[in-house]
């Protein structure tokens, strides 16, 4: 451990060092540790601070333990603490001596600093992947039912007719924007801070430019204090992971309501079922359930490395080794929900007929209504109370809009004429011919522009 040298002659307590240690989690930081080394190897012998040779033999030596790592031979020894220890003893032990040289002009708090960024870039790239694959097949399962019709829901209770299409590309632009926020992160990790040893700079002629080229960031640290202690690209992955997660759990939901005997408009895939283990007809959304589920996790990560964060002071403290286990759980969380709701949506099955049932129940068209005597010269004000002692009528008749009279319609206004019938499901939808509305010919352009955007070939 780092304290049985130096100034420190007594070796951790047992409890101590289990305790203190993360290389049971940060052993996950081993490609972006070695990757980082073997640039400051490389780096330090541009300079002249190693000789050429050793820094020949370090970068062969670190690319061998990668290997023995990858081919499971690698022994992860508890005393060693971390992924740094682990690699720079094994690396000692290799190659002699030579190998103590790597650690000049670095500390342990940059390097960290640098394995994160490393592992953030690579994270979000795969997020990125597994998000395009979902909205793959929400794109997808949306041109495939352009004609389906759903009842549109405020306060889960029926307001006006929408294209099932129309609606999946709802979640399509949340995942979009799921995207963009991952990419502004993706921008905020890139910053390269090596250089800035402790908390202090280093004394050394390190060229911080050329490890930035190296290790392929596009800028480098302005401050040695902030770069060490900086966790801000951590919080904003786990942030905008909460709000990716709560995306899924909304369309988990649906999955969830939609696939019910209660509303039939979906039916899942056997494989993204299950059944019970005492009542033999069912047919459980345990998958969408556990999406829904592990959210709340996600959520738990941001808020307690939040709480970690908000009382440190400058520069590096220990606290910030609770930066890794919430971090990895989040990204392991995310990515395979996304690709368990990908493979979900994907397989699912839409029954038209059950979703157009249901779109003609509840006086879904009480808002064309409104809007017909709008046109005819009402107030839409007044046109909203009409519509609303017409249907309360309706109800208490128990008929539908369509079987009332005209000599019924006339009793709430004499704007009502034969045309008054007109308005129906077909005739709402093409109604609403605004962008972003839900007319079947703004629904295919929405479809068309989602392709384009995802690089789909018509």
């Not at 508890?78 to 690396?91: G, K, N, Q, S, T």
Request: hydrophobic content about 45%; aromatic content about 6%; proline content about 2%.
């Amino acid at each position: 451990m780092r304290h049985i040298k130096g100034r420190l002659q007594k070796a951790a307590d047992e409890k101590v060092a289990a305790y203190t240690s993360s290389l049971p989690f940060d052993w996950r930081l081993y490609r972006h540790d070695i990757a980082g080394s073997i640039a400051h190897a490389r780096m330090l012998s541009k300079h002249g601070i190693i000789s050429e040779s050793d820094a020949v033999i370090i970068v062969q030596g670190l690319e061998s333990i990668q290997q023995e790592i990858e081919q499971g031979k690698f022994e992860f020894r508890a005393e060693l603490e971390d992924i740094h220890m682990a690699v720079e003893a094994r690396l000692i032990e290799k190659i002699g001596e030579v190998g103590g040289k790597l650690h000049t002009a670095r500390s342990r708090n940059d390097q960290i600093a640098l394995d994160l960024r490393l592992y953030i870039r690579e994270a979000i790239a795969q997020t990125i992947g597994n998000t395009r694959e979902l909205q793959h097949a929400l794109v997808n399962l949306a041109e495939a039912n352009m004609d389906v019709v759903v009842p549109g829901y405020t306060h889960l209770q029926p307001a006006q007719p929408v294209l099932l299409a129309h609606h999946l590309l709802a979640y399509f632009e949340m995942l979009q924007r799921d995207v963009d926020r991952l990419e502004c992160c993706r921008m905020r990790a890139d910053v390269m801070p090596l250089g800035s040893g402790a908390l202090a700079g280093v004394t050394y002629n390190v060229d911080r430019e050329f490890l930035a080229r190296e290790l392929g960031f596009d800028r480098i640290s302005q401050n040695s204090l902030d770069a060490v202690s900086d966790r801000d690209f951590v919080l904003e992955c786990e942030a905008d992971a909460s709000i990716a997660m709560m995306h899924l759990s909304r369309l988990a939901e649906e999955i969830i309501l939609w696939s019910s005997a209660e509303f039939g408009f979906i039916e899942l895939d056997e494989a993204y079922a299950t059944g019970s283990s005492i009542m033999p007809q069912k047919k459980n959304p345990d998958v969408a359930e556990l999406v829904r589920g592990k959210t709340g996790r996600v959520y738990g990560h941001l808020m307690a490395f939040l709480t970690t964060m908000k009382a440190l002071p400058l520069a590096y403290n220990r606290d910030l080794q609770e930066d890794k286990e919430g971090l990895f759980a989040t990204v392991d969380t995310l990515l395979a929900s996304l690709a368990i709701c990908a493979g979900m949506v994907s397989t699912l099955k839409v029954n038209a007929e059950s979703a157009a049932k249901a779109a003609g129940r509840g006086y879904i068209l009480a808002t064309d209504l409104a809007d017909y005597l709008v046109r005819k010269g009402e107030a839409f004000r007044n046109a909203h109370e009409i519509v609303g002692r017409l249907i309360s009528y309706a109800v208490k008749k128990e008929k539908s809009l369509a079987e009332l009279s005209l000599a019924e319609y006339s009793n709430f206004s004499p704007l009502f004429g034969e045309d008054v019938y007109s308005i129906t499901i077909e005739s709402s939808l093409a109604a609403r011919d605004t962008v972003g509305g839900t007319a079947p010919k703004r629904v295919a352009q929405a479809v068309a522009a989602a392709k384009k955007a995802l690089g789909q070939v018509n």
